[in-house]
């Protein structure tokens, strides 16, 4: 892992299966889905080196994850489920560059300078786990009308942006999410 991590100048942590409870210490519940320890083991590693080497980091809807996993974070394993609170549909099943559910924005934050703020900000969702507990070195950025957490950064640096949607699948049409990416490309080249 080591030697992967000398190779990156930035470490962009895709979507994919659920993140297995040992790594943030629970017994798996029936509604935890698929998940791959060795996936999981990897994307830790690696998420702990790319911090230790200042290699900055974007994390999209399982990257955001686990990259909170692997800084001492926890997680729902299931929202619907775990939460008190009524959860609105984050398995959408509209076309995925669809916005369906709707973000507020932490003010003051950086994720707020790159894609602004305001009440119309649609993001897609296709996720049924979520960030519980945020890890100590990161901050909330970005938050569902039912609680349910959609964005992170850390505290006091640009190293990491995470949110828990898939600007992917959004930039085309919409330059917000374009901008997570211009974002990235930039702290990528200022490592350099
Ligand atoms: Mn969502």
Known sequence: ???????????????????????????????????????????????????????????????????????????????????????LQHYQ??????????????????????????DDIYVNSHHHQAVKAIAPQLQLTAIARDGVIEGVETKDSDLITAVQWHPEFMWQNDERMRALFTDFIGRVEKHQ
């Open 93 to 118: 099943k509209a076309p995925m560059d669809q916005g369906t559910h709707r973000i507020a924005v932490t003010p003051g934050s950086r994720l707020e300078k790159i894609i602004g703020g305001g």
């Open 1 to 87: 892992m080591a030697t992967y991590i000398e190779l990156c100048d930035g470490l962009l942590l895709p979507g994919g299966p659920d993140v297995a409870p040992k790594f943030y210490g629970e017994e798996p519940i029936p509604q935890q889905g698929d998940s791959d320890a060795l996936l999981d083991e990897s994307e830790i590693k690696l998420v702990q080196l790319a911090v230790e080497k200042q290699v900055p980091i974007f994390a999209l809807c399982r990257g955001m994850q686990i990259m909170n996993v692997a800084l001492g974070g926890t997680m729902y394993q299931d929202i619907e489920s775990q939460r008190d609170k009524k959860t």
